[in-house]
């Protein structure tokens, strides 16, 4: 994780000029991340700690996930990740209208985990 430290921190520091708002990874439930919740835990609490560190007016979003969030978010939640995120990232692909599509039980579904 040390390697993820410095990468973040790299980052951070070149970009903090520009860039306001981090996302921790892309779509974690899609196959862009191939690891474990407790991993992306643990490298979210790496970029918070560094974010905050080197920007500590930026804001971390997490997670990010797709259509599939909910089961790996709920996860991250139950070991406490939520506070290594000052928002909750979701990528919600809609075919539908949101009248018609899971779009208003995934918003229900995430204010609870909230």
């Known amino acids: 994780m040390k390697m993820w430290e410095n990468y973040v921190r790299q980052t951070v520091r070149r970009y903090k000029d520009k860039v306001k708002w981090w996302e921790i990874w892309n779509e ?3 196959g862009y991340f191939m690891g474990t919740a407790e991993e ?10 560094v974010l905050k560190e080197e920007d500590p007016d930026c804001l971390v979003a997490g997670i990010s996930g797709t259509s599939h969030w909910y089961p790996f978010t709920k996860k991250i939640f139950a070991l406490g990740g939520a506070k290594y995120m000052d928002v909750l990232s979701t990528h919600w692909y809609l075919n539908n209208p949101p009248e018609k599509s899971r779009l208003i039980p ?5 204010k ?3």
């Open 106 to 110: 995934s918003i229900n579904a995430a």
């Open 28 to 30: 974690t439930d899609s």
């Open 40 to 49: 992306y835990l643990e490298m979210l609490k790496i970029a918070y700690r």
């Open 112 to 114: 609870e985990l909230i």
